[in-house]
């Protein structure tokens, strides 16, 4: 299965173009949040890539609600919008997390979980699916540009407890586009420019 994985957009909407053209040689969208900022903007950047036609899998960032991704994405027939639940597309489960976690010092606005609840969050994720979470893991594509590793202990600990095949994420923009790993399971932080990714069958 070809994954097209992206996040961070943060109303780009030219980076939201690039991503539709890349859309017709992949199988499945993945986009790891913060589609917008600041709440503002949601709509305009969904109006570009709700013409993809491919399945396309969604949580959101900090930068918008799950409420607010999904009453956009109404009418996208292809789009799921996933916080705390699954789907399954063509035989592979995908397992979704939005919003910042641990909590972010931006304030009100911005849509955070604590640890605890990041922790309630994760606990359907099933084993040997796509983890897709806006945050990264503590210690793997978390290092913000100042150097610090800034990523959710749950999610890293949900990781290690579940074996997904692959971690999906964005967040911290000083990682973006980089790829690691956790206990040999592939880490993306996808960022904004999109990473091509073959995900391998299970044997």
């Not at 986009?31 to 890539?49: E, F, I, M, P, Y």
């Not at 609600?65 to 996208?76: N, P, Q, R």
């Not at 604590?114 to 099933?126: G, I, S, V, Y």
């Amino acid at each position: 299965m070809k994954l097209l994985l992206f996040s961070d957009l943060h109303n780009d909407r030219d980076s939201a173009r690039s991503l539709v053209k890349r859309s017709a040689s992949a199988d499945v969208l993945i986009g790891a949040g913060d589609l917008c900022n600041l709440r503002q903007g949601l709509s305009k950047t969904l109006d570009v890539l709700r013409v993809v036609t491919k399945p396309t899998i969604l949580v959101a960032g900090n930068n918008e609600t799950t409420d607010e991704l999904a009453s956009a994405c109404a009418g996208w027939k292809s789009a799921h919008v996933l916080h705390g639940s699954g789907v399954e597309v063509a035989g592979v489960s995908f397992f979704g997390v939005g919003g910042g976690i641990p909590i972010t010092p931006f304030g009100p606005w911005s849509y955070d979980f604590d640890e605890e609840q990041a922790e309630e969050l994760l606990a359907e994720c099933p084993t040997d699916c796509v983890l897709v979470v806006h945050s990264p893991p503590k210690g793997c594509v978390d290092v913000s540009s100042r150097g610090a590793s800034i990523g959710s202990t749950a999610i890293r600990d949900a990781i290690l407890r579940v074996r997904p095949r692959l971690v999906v994420c964005g967040h911290i923009h000083g990682s973006n586009g980089k790829v690691d790993h956790l206990g040999g399971i592939p880490v993306v932080n996808a960022g904004p420019d999109g990473i091509e990714w073959e995900l391998e069958e299970l044997p």
